[in-house]
């Protein structure tokens, strides 16, 4: 959907880069080899919106959408913000996909050999579509930091996995959403990949205005897009 | 003189890897069936390994494709279900898709490109996306000969940007790195 509008190039000040020696995976699977341009056009432009998912309705409440025979054990947390373009212009009814580890720093993923345990009500996947102001809001369980092989005693910070279909192809967006005041944001290499000046984009605030009494903590953190492309000023 | 105050502009939302354990939220609906309405006859398959710098398999990728229908078109409107397409990578790094050969879309000046689809990488040990696109057709059609973004890539790299047949079906292969480096785009 979409089309018409161009829009302005990725930011190399805002993104990583291919290669970022500290995160070791890194090292033999970014492209070396310059980019090639391309202008963009019609295939560019346009974009898969939530019924290119199959998707009408949202699943966004993962304390609830997996459970099988009781409530996940955790930290429940409400986490909402708003998708907006970088001119600040709201990104309506676009599909935001998320997942995470458990309270217990586990996936449910065969892969995931983590020794914590796994939680019978919980997988940790949900998925949520903006509103007309591009708000979105999940309902879930704090996951837990895990211990991961990039290096000795590395463990990942609390985070969330979040995909943005954005308006079109080229505003894709996929990105992790971490919480403040964690000692293991300043250790972690894939955090560390984003230039200085922009990290900090990735850390929810505590919003006591979102939490609910006796309920769950609330966290914010707006997501910005790729913008329109803007006319150069003469 | 004073330039004019800026517009509002926010900081873009840093890339982040999709990590090793996707699958059962990326991969949750099954999306490889690129135009589940078309008419059967019309369909092809798309298939191929996702490789590292060594040639090792990436069985930890995701593959998003987005592509015209058989007519050039796009979706028309926000319930079309056509066009795009996701596939995990399995244990051997290979992803899968059933779609149709794309008609013409024109380039930004209005010249016919030939038919290709617009593939997002995404894995772990990316952190942030690639784009490249895949034409389903020949180098040498006339079609590929004219078309204004394979003429801005390197000659002795255009072959990387081609599917080719296998056993009735196409195939094309993304070399993250390496001497067969696949062409990814700046889009």
């Given at each position: 959907?979409?089309?018409?509008?161009?829009?302005?190039p990725?930011?190399p000040?805002?993104?990583?880069?291919?290669?970022?020696e500290?995160?070791?995976?890194?090292?033999?699977?970014?492209?070396?080899?310059?980019?090639?341009?391309?202008?963009?056009?019609?295939?560019?432009?346009?974009?898969?919106?939530?019924?290119?998912?199959?998707i009408?309705?949202?699943?966004?409440?993962?304390?609830?959408?997996?459970?099988?025979?009781g409530?996940?054990?955790?930290?429940?947390?409400?986490?909402?913000?708003?998708?907006?373009?970088?001119?600040?212009?709201?990104?309506a009814?676009?599909?935001?996909?998320?997942?995470q580890?458990?309270?217990?720093?586990?996936?449910?993923?065969?892969?995931?050999?983590h020794?914590?345990?796994?939680d019978?009500?919980?997988?940790?996947?949900?998925?949520?579509?903006?509103?007309?102001?591009?708000?979105?809001?999940?309902?879930t369980?704090?996951?837990?930091?895990?211990?991961?092989?990039?290096?000795?005693?590395?463990?990942?910070?609390?985070?969330?996995?979040v995909?943005?279909?954005?308006?079109a192809?080229?505003?894709r967006?996929?990105?992790q959403?971490?919480f403040?005041?964690?000692?293991?944001?300043?250790?972690?290499?894939?955090?560390?990949?984003?230039p200085?000046?922009a990290?900090?984009?990735?850390v929810?605030?505590?919003?006591?205005?979102?939490?609910?009494?006796?309920?769950?903590?609330?966290?914010?953190?707006?997501?910005?897009?790729?913008?329109?492309?803007r006319?150069?000023?003469? | 003189?004073?330039?004019?105050e800026?517009?509002?502009?926010?900081?873009?939302?840093?890339?982040?890897?999709?990590?090793?354990?996707?699958?059962?939220?990326?991969?949750?609906?099954?999306?490889?069936?690129?135009f589940?309405?078309a008419?059967?006859?019309?369909?092809?398959?798309?298939?191929?390994?996702?490789?590292d710098?060594?040639?090792?398999?990436?069985?930890?990728?995701v593959i998003?494709?987005?592509?015209?229908?058989?007519?050039?078109?796009?979706?028309?409107?926000?319930?079309?279900?056509?066009?795009?397409?996701?596939?995990?990578t399995?244990?051997?790094?290979?992803?899968?898709?059933?779609?149709?050969?794309p008609?013409?879309v024109?380039?930004?000046d209005?010249?016919?490109?030939?038919?290709?689809?617009?593939?997002?990488?995404?894995?772990?040990?990316?952190?942030?996306?690639?784009f490249?696109r895949?034409?389903?057709?020949a180098?040498?059609?006339?079609?590929?000969?004219?078309?204004?973004?394979?003429?801005?890539?390197?000659?002795?790299?255009?072959?990387?940007?081609?599917?080719h047949?296998?056993?009735?079906?196409?195939?094309?292969d993304?070399?993250?790195?390496?001497?067969a480096?696949?062409v990814?785009?700046?889009?």
């Amino acid at each position: 959907m979409t089309g018409t509008v161009a829009y302005e190039p990725f930011d190399p000040a805002s993104h990583p880069g291919f290669t970022h020696e500290a995160y070791r995976s890194t090292v033999l699977r970014g492209p070396r080899q310059a980019l090639v341009p391309l202008t963009q056009s019609a295939g560019e432009t346009t974009g898969p919106t939530p019924a290119s998912l199959g998707i009408t309705a949202d699943d966004n409440d993962l304390t609830t959408n997996a459970a099988r025979d009781g409530e996940p054990i955790g930290e429940r947390i409400i986490v909402t913000g708003r998708v907006l373009d970088a001119s600040g212009a709201p990104v309506a009814g676009t599909l935001i996909e998320l997942w995470q580890a458990n309270a217990a720093g586990r996936y449910a993923h065969p892969v995931d050999i983590h020794p914590a345990p796994l939680d019978p009500n919980f997988v940790g996947a949900g998925h949520c579509i903006t509103d007309a102001e591009g708000v979105y809001r999940f309902l879930t369980i704090k996951p837990g930091a895990y211990p991961w092989r990039n290096h000795a005693n590395a463990w990942r910070p609390a985070h969330l996995h979040v995909s943005v279909l954005g308006p079109a192809i080229a505003t894709r967006l996929v990105t992790q959403m971490y919480f403040p005041g964690d000692p293991l944001l300043e250790l972690d290499p894939i955090l560390g990949g984003v230039p200085d000046g922009a990290r900090e984009r990735l850390v929810a605030a505590y919003a006591h205005d979102v939490t609910e009494a006796e309920w769950a903590l609330g966290y914010r953190w707006d997501i910005v897009l790729r913008g329109p492309l803007r006319t150069p000023e003469v | 003189m004073t330039a004019p105050e800026p517009a509002p502009h926010l900081g873009q939302t840093p890339s982040q890897t999709v990590g090793p354990f996707f699958s059962f939220s990326l991969g949750r609906f099954d999306l490889t069936d690129v135009f589940p309405d078309a008419d059967p006859a019309t369909k092809v398959t798309l298939t191929g390994q996702v490789l590292d710098g060594e040639d090792t398999p990436v069985p930890d990728a995701v593959i998003e494709l987005w592509q015209a229908d058989a007519s050039g078109r796009f979706p028309a409107s926000r319930s079309d279900r056509g066009g795009f397409g996701r596939s995990c990578t399995d244990t051997d790094g290979r992803y899968r898709f059933t779609t149709v050969v794309p008609g013409v879309v024109a380039a930004a000046d209005g010249t016919p490109q030939a038919p290709h689809a617009t593939l997002v990488v995404f894995a772990r040990g990316l952190l942030r996306h690639a784009f490249t696109r895949v034409y389903l057709c020949a180098p040498d059609d006339a079609a590929a000969q004219a078309d204004p973004v394979l003429a801005a890539v390197p000659p002795s790299r255009r072959h990387t940007l081609f599917a080719h047949d296998d056993d009735g079906g196409f195939r094309f292969d993304i070399h993250l790195q390496g001497p067969a480096e696949t062409v990814f785009l700046d889009l």
